[in-house]
């Protein structure tokens, strides 16, 4: 009878340690973060599209 059944601490698994910018709501968020990733794929896929575009227009001459 020692042990609790009740005790669920450590349950649930761990919490990302923030730092005090993080709490307060300012510094670099990870949702702008993404937002700059996102943008870079957006710019890359660009790129790409332009060309594959150039490769098909040389060869369609």
């Known amino acids: 009878m020692a042990k609790s059944r009740?005790?669920?601490l450590g349950v649930g698994g761990q919490r990302k340690k923030l730092s005090r910018a993080d709490q307060?709501?300012?510094g670099l968020?990870?949702?702008s973060g993404q937002q700059s990733a996102d943008d870079r794929k957006q710019e890359l896929l660009r790129k790409?599209?332009?060309r594959t575009q150039g490769k098909q227009d040389g060869q369609q001459s």
Do not use: I, K, S
Request: net charge positive.
């Open 29 to 31: 968020t990870r949702a």
């Open 48 to 50: 790409m599209r332009e």
């Open 24 to 26: 307060h709501g300012t």
């Open 6 to 8: 009740n005790n669920l």
